[in-house]
């Protein structure tokens, strides 16, 4: 039996951005309810429970900061908040800001259609809502990809996909573990792991760049200074092209310096840890000589914490630029290949055959193991979205016009989809930036998009074809004119085997995207079309 609802907005999705956008709405006294797939908040910080867990941006930064009181009442305990710290921190914010009444958990959107300017929008419960916005929030990383690998299904072992973790963590102590990947979730995982597995096995298709996070507790004193300068910062970041205070922009060439001012400069950034070696320069991302220095840098580092020379110099990235793909923080990764139960296994030119009933084929031959870990990452950007069928008023379905790739206006609309929203969408810097302020942001212009149209009794909002075409286009030009193109990753679609390749996220910064944006609704909505 289906039940009928009415609503002003459905949002989908209960991470950082359904919660965010849902107490805008609420504010507003808007009719709003979150539709969440899981049972509890948190997206990313519910899904990816693998052992060693992490966020690779300082805890003071990585939060919100619409309300002051929230930032002052949370205390960070760990520099990097942990999985575990950061779900909890969701669950205190859908409890301190009375979310949770307004949340539909163990549902999931399967369709929406656009008819008479309202979206009819179906569960997969049996739930049909009629609602004026439809508002996605359905996270860029959170379609986990699984590769279609001969005979998985025949293994006897157990599977775990690190972005799909279960709640009960698995016993690996006395276990030989086979993993594959080594992008952050195989980079944070694999240490981990390592501890308590009798053996590991980590196939690595390709070697990957990561630096030390220098991670630490939180000290007191540290985070009550933070809290008393929290505006400074949030401004200093909002400022900033990756969205975080102390990483403002550089003003120095890497060839302004000599090879031994530029060699301590990274290494104080090594020392320091985090991401602070690719803020060193201004042509690091743009100039592959430049470039070239860091990554030579890193690559002496890892020779030199690794024992074995032959593990070393696998493990040292030479198929891209440094930076071009999401860089990763580690603690200890690198020094986790000199223990005597852990082993890596090159698949660069093999590879994986097949799946069997004990282990995997790869290289002729067949390695065992227990358990096997993929940390293969994500349909990442377009997955969750083109998940869900969404049609428009012509009965033509987002998934098909975005077939060679998305195209949105400033990565928030899509034209000929009318009073319908993402939050962070590809040609968005989102990905590419803190991504709490990015939400952030996002939904404080997607709500002065809603406002605009209610106050001036609208009944649509819908994006311009020819500007999205043009923001499409400049998104593409700021991407080519650096080094990220270069690079085989998510952020292109190189991952998934038949995606077309495409450059999604913006990577002109955040401050500069912020400024368009604020432009935009200072020209009248350029680039918007309101009708009645
Ligand atoms: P998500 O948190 O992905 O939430 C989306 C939600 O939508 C999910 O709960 C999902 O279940 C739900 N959903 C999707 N489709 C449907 C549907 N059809 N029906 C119902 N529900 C649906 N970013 C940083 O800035 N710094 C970091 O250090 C960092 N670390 C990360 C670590 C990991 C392991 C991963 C995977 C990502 C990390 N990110 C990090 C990116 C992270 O995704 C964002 O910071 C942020 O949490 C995204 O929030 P969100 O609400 O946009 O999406
Ligand atoms: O995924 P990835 P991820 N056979 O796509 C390999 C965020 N995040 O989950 O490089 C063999 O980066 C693949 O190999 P290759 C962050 O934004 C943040 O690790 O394609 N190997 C690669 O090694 C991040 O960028 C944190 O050759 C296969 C790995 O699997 C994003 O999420 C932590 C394969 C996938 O790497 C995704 O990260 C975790 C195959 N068939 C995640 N298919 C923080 O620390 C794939 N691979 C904040």
Redesign the pocket.
Same mark, same amino acid.
């Given at each position: 039996m289906i039940t009928y609802r009415n609503l002003d907005t459905v949002i989908v999705g209960a991470g950082f951005a359904g919660m965010y956008c849902l107490h805008k709405q609420i504010q507003e006294g808007f009719n709003a309810e979150i539709f969440e797939k899981a049972d509890d908040v948190g997206g990313?910080w519910y899904w990816?429970k693998y052992p060693g867990?992490?966020?690779?941006?300082e805890s003071m930064d990585y939060s919100y900061s619409f309300s002051d009181e929230l930032q002052q009442e949370w205390n960070w305990k760990e520099k990097?908040g942990t999985q575990p710290e950061i779900l909890e921190y969701a669950r205190f914010v859908s409890k301190k800001f009375n979310l949770r009444k307004n949340i539909n958990f163990k549902t999931s959107i399967v369709k929406a259609r656009f008819i008479n300017n309202k979206w009819i929008v179906e569960t997969d419960n049996n739930i049909k809502i009629e609602c004026h916005y439809l508002i996605l929030a359905t996270g860029n990383?959170s379609t986990p990809?699984t590769?279609n690998?001969e005979g998985i299904s025949n293994f006897k072992g157990k599977i775990y996909h +690190? =972005?799909a973790w279960p709640e009960k963590m698995p016993e690996f102590k006395g276990r030989k573990v086979g993993i594959?990947? +080594? =992008?952050?979730?195989?980079?944070?995982s694999i240490p981990v792991i390592s501890e308590t597995a009798k053996e590991l096995l980590v196939?690595?298709?390709?070697a990957?760049f990561s630096l030390p996070?220098r991670h630490s507790k939180l000290p007191e004193n540290k985070r009550e200074k933070y809290k008393k300068n929290y505006k400074k910062y949030r401004d200093l970041a909002q400022n900033s092209s990756f969205g975080i205070a102390k990483y403002q922009p550089p003003t120095k060439s890497a060839f302004d310096v000599n090879e031994d001012e530029r060699n301590e400069i990274y290494e104080s950034a090594w020392q320091e840890g985090g991401q602070a070696m690719l803020f060193a320069f201004t042509d690091l991302l743009t100039n592959k000589e430049a470039n070239e220095t860091a990554a030579n840098f890193v690559r002496n580092k890892i020779r030199e914490i690794v024992k074995n020379k032959e593990t070393a110099e696998k493990l040292c990235p030479n198929d891209h630029p440094i930076g071009t793909?999401?860089l990763?923080?580690d603690s200890n990764y690198f020094e986790t290949y000199n223990k005597e139960n852990v082993s890596l296994i090159d698949?660069?030119n093999h590879?994986?055959q097949k799946i069997t009933e004990k282990g995997l084929i790869s290289n002729d031959a067949e390695y065992e193991f227990d358990d096997l870990v993929?940390?293969?990452?994500?349909d990442?950007m377009t997955g969750a979205v083109k998940a869900i069928e969404i049609l428009n008023e012509e009965n033509i379905s987002l998934k098909s016009v975005w077939s060679k790739g998305p195209k949105t206006y400033l990565g928030i609309m899509v034209s000929d989809f009318p009073n319908l929203f993402m939050i962070t969408g590809p040609q968005s810097p989102g990905?590419k930036s803190q991504m709490i302020l990015s939400i952030e942001q996002h939904v404080n212009f997607i709500h002065n998009l809603i406002i605009h149209k209610k106050n001036n009794k609208y009944l649509q909002v819908n994006a311009n074809k020819d500007k999205q075409d043009e923001w499409v286009k400049h998104n593409n030009e700021v991407a080519n004119a650096t080094l990220y193109p270069l690079a085989?990753?998510?952020y292109n679609g190189?991952?998934i085997l038949g995606k077309t390749r495409n450059f999604m996220p913006y990577v002109g910064g955040v401050a500069n995207y912020k400024n368009i944006c604020d432009q935009k609704i200072k020209n009248d909505y350029e680039g918007f079309e309101f009708y009645n």
């Open positions: 990313t990816n867990a992490r966020c690779d941006i990097y990383l990809n590769p690998i +690190t =972005g594959i990947g +080594t =992008g952050s979730s195989g980079v944070q196939f690595q298709r390709t990957n996070a793909k999401r990763c923080l698949i660069s590879p994986i993929f940390a293969t990452g994500f990442a990905v085989h990753s998510w190189d991952n």
